[in-house]
């Protein structure tokens, strides 16, 4: 018995000393090395590299089992040059795998020349694990410039040169693993990445998409907008009718440019299949526009901002421009509701025609704004009636969407109590789960919108019902903007005022205290219940 008690000891100091080596990470990466090569021919050459050590059961079981790669086998070929398995698939699985085991991966992805024209690189650099070491290289011939852009690290790259062959590589070393918050990405701004590419311009690198679109005039494209347009007078019902078949009708395929060798269908194949990727929705859309009689024309937008390096594996977004009667409509491919477009100053949109950017008037605050006026009333029945005045602004609707969004009132009645829960716009900024975050966050937030709102709310209450929630005039106003909730009393009528103002969209770690507790204030279902007794 004493034997097993020194036994269960000695597993227990095993098991602590392995907390407390490994309690940082799930694992941790002891090399990881990418390397791009474009060589002479135009044929290319993606190698990956990595040595990944595993401390945990969620790594050795969920995490790191398996790696997928992806890639075209008509004009590409994979060759695993190390595995400890010598899986050769596109799902490698990591099998026999232990806590404390290390897992050894290495392979190529080779492809045939003309097939990507060019290095294109954007990699965010840090990984679900730390990195010990992170080598990144590209290697070009000589005549080929390097474009490129290391944001947010602090590496210089070491550039070699010799038989006709340029290497510029980047050696990162102690890497964090990357953040598990929620909105945390490199539009934010404070996310390390690499973009890199051989293209001499973005207008090069977009011209390689731009060339692909269908022609203006397409005989077939033209047809169906006729076909989609038919008993339509207004410009207004036109675009309605052509938005709705490309998002409602056409489906969306997943598959990145990168993954499709930055290659798209032509537009009557993604008819005939209804589905398409983004970059083939887009060209579609621009098509159908066109065949209807506007002038369309495809734009890009970028994840981030970068001096130089950006080329096609940085897009964010295809959009389709559209101007009618002097107003700029701004299409997704994707989605009947307007791409959020307050971040341009900072990631321009590019037009795909002429590589150029393109500018965009800035919307104002009040085309973010929703104003309501709402009145509660109790009818005889006892229900609640809700009537809604007001105005929302034009940069929170869709296009084509008219009519109130607002919820309805939430009344519950018993034991002689009633709660009603005061309606809000289904647009506004308590239904996004911002007001949920946690308490601290060492990253940059970028909230979709400028935000503010005010609702003031009337209720006028029977003989039998009196408001039981305290009178209140709480107002919170700090560097991230400033909130309200009033309530109010006079006779039988109650009178509730709540309104937010985010003074800007991109809020630093040090302001991020204050940004949150406006939001989760106005998030809190308490600030918008009312309480009241019943006779």
Not at 73 to 96: A, D, F
Request: glycine fraction near 6%.
């Amino acid at each position: 018995m004493i034997q097993n008690k020194h036994k269960l000891a000695f597993l227990l100091c095993l098991l602590l000393m392995a907390t407390t080596a490994f309690g940082a990470s799930e694992a941790e990466y002891k090399k990881l090395a990418k390397t791009w090569t474009l060589r002479a021919d135009g044929s290319q050459e993606f190698r990956y590299n990595m040595e990944l050590t595993l401390f945990t059961h969620t790594a050795m079981n969920g995490t790191y089992g398996e790696s997928f790669i992806v890639y075209n086998p008509q004009y590409q070929e994979l060759k695993i040059n190390s595995s400890y398995n010598h899986l050769k698939e596109m799902v490698v699985v990591h099998t026999g795998l232990e806590l404390g085991a290390t897992i050894y991966l290495d392979y190529t992805v080779t492809s045939r020349p003309g097939y990507l024209p060019e290095v294109d690189v954007f990699e965010e650099l840090l990984q679900t694990s730390p990195v010990k070491e992170y080598t990144l290289s590209i290697v070009t011939p000589e005549t080929k410039e390097v474009a490129f852009t290391l944001a947010n690290n602090n590496a210089k790259p070491s550039v070699k040169q010799g038989n006709g062959v340029r290497t510029t590589t980047w050696t990162l070393r102690n890497l964090p693993a990357s953040s598990r918050a929620p909105f945390v990405s490199v539009r934010n701004g404070d996310v390390p990445f690499l973009a890199a590419t051989t293209y001499a311009s973005e207008g090069e690198a977009l011209a390689t998409l731009s060339k692909q679109f269908n022609p203006a005039g397409d005989l077939q494209l033209t047809t169906l907008a006729e076909s989609l347009t038919e008993g339509k007078d207004k410009d207004e019902d036109k675009l309605q009718a052509i938005l709705e078949y490309t998002t409602n009708h056409v489906a969306n395929n997943r598959l990145t440019l990168d993954q499709t060798g930055y290659r798209l269908r032509p537009a009557d194949a993604v008819m005939s299949t209804a589905y398409g990727t983004e970059a083939e929705k887009a060209n579609l859309l621009a098509g159908l526009l066109a065949g209807a009689g506007f002038k369309a024309e495809p734009m890009a937008t970028y994840q981030a901002h970068a001096e130089k390096g950006l080329a096609l594996k940085a897009i964010d977004q295809l959009l389709v421009s559209c101007m009618v009667n002097g107003e700029m409509y701004l299409f997704s491919p994707s989605s009947t509701r307007r791409p959020q477009t307050v971040n341009f100053d900072r990631t321009p949109l590019f037009s795909l025609t002429t590589g150029q950017p393109v500018a965009v008037a800035v919307p104002t605050l009040e085309d973010y704004q929703i104003k309501n006026d709402i009145t509660l009333t109790f009818k005889k029945d006892g229900n609640l009636m809700t009537m809604t005045k007001g105005s929302i602004g034009k940069e929170i609707l869709p296009y084509f969407t008219t009519g109130n969004m607002g919820t309805p009132a939430s009344l519950n009645v018993q034991n002689g109590y009633a709660t009603i829960i005061l309606p809000d716009d289904a647009s506004g900024f308590s239904h996004l789960p911002y007001g949920y975050l946690n308490s601290q966050r060492k990253e940059n937030l970028l909230i979709p919108r400028p935000v503010s709102e005010i609702y003031t709310y009337t209720i006028e209450c029977p003989e039998n019902m009196q408001l039981r929630t305290p009178q209140a005039d709480k107002t919170i106003s700090n560097a991230a903007g400033k909130l309200t909730i009033a309530v109010k009393t006079n006779g039988r009528t109650v009178t509730v005022t709540r309104s937010l103002e985010l003074n800007k969209q991109l809020y630093t770690p040090a302001e991020y205290k204050e940004l949150r507790q406006l939001l989760t204030e106005w998030s809190d279902v308490n600030g918008k219940t009312l309480l009241f007794s019943v006779r």
